[in-house]
């Protein structure tokens, strides 16, 4: 099922939604993910804690994101596929970084971590009907499916790296 499937995305979505290729679910998570933390691998292991300004997150800090971002989407994909009508909240990504302490860790181990997620991400997908990819769920106080999670979860990814090739590798050659 593709983007022409998306009937409800809740409109913060179409950022993230627009820059998911126009392919399958299933395949989009597939080919935009782990070839693409593949390419960006090594310049991210050489930035790890670097930040481009004063207040801004470190490239640990934004892959760490990434993977909370696509747990907390994944995590309610499945409970709106599996029929859990709970409504779910909302999270907040400046708490979630205040608490994780990403810079603590290796960039190594958060690639890895990444791919795993990624991974576990692919194979939830896999096991979601048509059907269900279509069914409804609240969090956040908004109305969505498994589908737009989907898109949510891949433009998500793109999202970041377009920021990290825009404001922070320029910088590369400065560190």
Same mark, same amino acid.
């Given at each position: 099922? *593709? ?9 913060? #979505? *179409?950022?993230?939604? @627009? ?8 395949? %989009? ?18 930035? %790890?804690?670097?930040?481009? @300004?004063? %207040? ?16 907390? #989407? ?5 409970? &709106?596929?599996? %029929? =859990? ?8 990504q ?9 810079? *603590?860790?290796? &960039?190594? =181990? ?47 990814? &793109?999202?970041?790296?377009? &920021? ?10 400065k560190?």
């Amino acid at each position: 099922m *593709d983007k022409s499937a998306l009937q409800l995305a809740p409109s913060y #979505f *179409d950022t993230y939604i @627009a820059q998911a290729p126009d392919l399958p679910i299933r395949q %989009g998570l597939k080919s935009n993910g782990l070839p693409l933390i593949e390419y960006h691998r090594d310049t991210w292991s050489q930035m %790890g804690s670097y930040r481009y @300004a004063p %207040g801004k997150w470190t490239i640990n800090e934004i892959i760490q994101h990434i993977i909370d971002t696509e747990r907390v #989407f994944s995590y309610r994909a499945l409970r &709106i596929a599996r %029929g =859990d009508a709970t409504p779910m909240p909302g999270f907040d990504q400046d708490v979630f970084n205040e608490y994780v302490a990403a810079n *603590d860790r290796r &960039i190594a =181990d958060l690639l890895k971590e990444l791919i795993v997620v990624r991974q576990s991400t692919i194979w939830l997908y896999d096991s979601i009907s048509d059907d269900a990819l279509l069914r409804q769920g609240t969090a956040s106080g908004l109305t969505m499916n498994p589908l737009a999670l989907g898109f949510m979860i891949i433009g998500h990814l &793109i999202h970041h790296i377009g &920021i990290l090739e825009e404001r922070y590798y320029p910088h590369l050659k400065k560190k």
